[in-house]
């Protein structure tokens, strides 16, 4: 729990501190800045050893790049998706695309727990595959709360 509780503290002073940018580039700050904490948490859930870490993170790598590559492709879709007029034909194309990535989602993921049991035990893939959610639930968790605070900050004014 303690573990948990620095990582939060990591997150929400790095993403506090973000310097005045571009939206393009504090996008890209953010997104690296998450990418860090997030192999932080990784790293500390997981107790690698040396050689478990020498073999995993070339896995974790190409594993991340399948995983970013699908969630930008989903959100070019939904963009091009919003800009169509809502029909029943349209929305029913939408579900079969959005089942379709939850699909592949499942199919990368499937496919990787095989590669990470060729390179850490079983029991440390079920960590990583945990650690990896919870990480995610933390950072949208705190997300949720910075727009609250922001909301009620407006409100007072």
Do not use: C
């Not at 002073?13 to 997030?38: C, R, W, Y």
């Not at 107790?47 to 989903?74: C, G, H, M, T």
């Not at 590669?115 to 440390?124: A, T």
């Amino acid at each position: 729990m303690k573990k948990f509780y620095l990582i939060w503290i990591m997150a929400v002073m790095l993403l506090g501190h973000l310097p005045a940018a571009s939206a393009q580039e504090t996008n890209k700050a953010i997104q690296d800045k998450v990418k860090s904490l997030e192999i932080a948490y990784i790293s500390k859930e997981l107790n690698l050893s040396p050689d478990e870490a020498q073999k995993f993170w070339p896995v974790y790598n190409k594993y991340s790049r399948e995983i970013e590559l699908l969630i930008q492709d989903r959100k070019q879709r939904m963009k091009v998706n919003k800009q169509q007029t809502r029909t029943d034909r349209t929305a029913d194309d939408a579900m079969d695309a959005e089942l379709g990535y939850e699909r592949k989602m499942l199919d990368i993921r499937t496919r990787y727990k095989e590669e990470f049991k060729k390179v850490i035990p079983p029991r440390k893939v079920t960590d990583f595959f945990r650690s990896e959610r919870e990480f995610r639930t933390m950072m949208i968790r705190q997300l949720k709360e910075r727009k609250e605070n922001r909301n009620m900050r407006r409100q007072r004014q």
